[in-house]
């Protein structure tokens, strides 16, 4: 195997088109498109550098025929000992302004994610990188309970899952959003989680018991109902079948279930837009969003790749629809827009959702979660209170 460094960076301030002809050039000029066949089962073919490293470096097939003697491609996990699990923030556009993330990284391998820049602080790429590479919180509950005991606590929702998936497939080995969400039931904290995983059904006893107080909800995420462009766009994630079928059974354990149809990618799955609605509120979704397609810093590129790879014929129609929503770029991170889009073909879009909502009677009513019923937990050595 050899390295291939270039001074152009494919993620870098250039055309991200021409960083992904140069990565397909490396790849196929080999003779062997050697990223995409370690990494089968991946969404991401591609290991660009992130915005941080000075250098990019493509692996290729020196010609040896030595492929079969690298071992097996594997997800690997690290411990990360975070000093704080809270997380704030104060974007004007985003309904809350406090999150977990039990994970860094994601195996569901969603190509479009825009968290996936976030490897870049760890040094570490948006691309094959985020989907095997992880981190992992196994402190994350005692820290929390620390944090909530401090005596200028203010209690507010707890948004999980709103950057890496809570319920991604390593969650059944280390059980991390399990005991963050013993703690938030122990003193009554409010909660909402965003999901692409059936795995969350597991949860259902404490979130059902946390439901009925109005201390939680569950907002699970829908993409596509054709399995086979979820296979390739979202490889890891639970099939969209068990999604629905999730939101079902949360409904039935007393938890407010909702969906998500994000992202919306133009040209895509648009199409399916009513369908999936339809689905979800047949499955007892009372409540429905939805996110237009967000490619920031180094997803674009990644997303370009897939795209290319997987529907060709498409690519210049997808593209072409995308710039259209965000003032002719692949993207517009201003507040407000950065989730909607703006110009006629992205007015439409949301005229359907809520076009849509209303025919099946979704959104009629805000679910707000309680904060009155917090206790905060006793600081260590702090003297408890008399009866």
């Known amino acids: 195997m050899k390295a291939i460094a270039t001074a152009d960076r494919l993620a870098g301030h250039g055309n991200a088109e021409d960083g992904v002809a140069r990565a397909n050039g490396h790849i196929e000029g080999s003779g062997l498109r050697l990223a995409e066949r370690r990494v089968r089962g991946r969404a991401s073919a591609i290991n660009p550098a992130g915005r941080f490293e000075a250098l990019s470096r493509v692996d290729v097939d020196d010609g040896w025929h030595s492929l079969e003697d690298l071992p097996p491609f594997k997800t690997e996990v690290q411990v990360e000992r975070a000093r704080t699990i809270i997380t704030r923030n104060d ?21 479009y994610c825009f968290a996936r820049p976030t490897h870049a602080y760890a040094g570490m790429s948006a691309g094959v990188d985020f989907e095997s590479r992880l981190f992992v919180k196994p402190d994350a509950a005692q820290l929390l309970e620390r944090e909530l005991s401090r005596p200028g606590y203010k209690v507010r929702p707890l948004a ?13 080995q280390w059980l991390v959003m399990r005991s963050i969400l013993e703690v938030l039931e122990r003193y009554n904290h409010p909660v909402g989680i965003v999901t692409k995983s059936a795995l969350v059904v597991r949860d259902a006893d404490i979130l059902g ?3 009925e107080k109005g201390l939680a909800k569950v907002a699970l995420s829908v993409t596509t109902l054709d399995r086979r462009l979820a296979r390739t766009m979202e490889p890891r994630a639970s099939t969209p079948t068990r999604r629905l079928e999730a939101i079902g059974a949360l409904n039935a354990a007393g938890v407010p279930a909702s969906v998500m149809v994000a992202p919306v990618i133009p040209g895509l799955n648009d199409h399916e837009i009513e369908r999936i609605l339809d689905a979800a509120a047949a499955m007892g979704a009372v409540q429905a969003g939805y996110v237009l397609l967000r490619l920031p810093l180094e997803v674009a590129p990644v997303f370009k790749e897939w795209l290319l790879r997987h529907y060709p014929e498409r690519y210049r129609h ?15 991170a201003r507040w407000k827009t950065r989730m909607r889009g703006t110009g006629p ?30 206790v905060r937990p006793a600081a260590r050595g702090e003297q408890l209170a008399l009866l």
């Open 91 to 111: 974007s004007p556009d985003i309904g809350f302004d406090r999150s977990i993330n039990p994970y860094r990284g994601c195996e569901h391998g969603c190509v």
């Open 160 to 172: 999980i899952g709103t950057n890496t998936d809570p319920y991604q497939p390593i969650e059944r």
């Open 209 to 211: 018991r946390m439901a």
């Open 318 to 332: 997808v593209m072409n629809l995308v710039r259209s929503m965000r003032g002719g770029k692949d993207y517009d």
């Open 345 to 374: 073909y992205a007015w439409q879009i949301g005229r359907r959702v809520e076009m849509t909502c209303k025919r099946l009677k979704l959104n009629t009513r805000a679910r707000q979660l309680r904060t009155d019923l917090f």
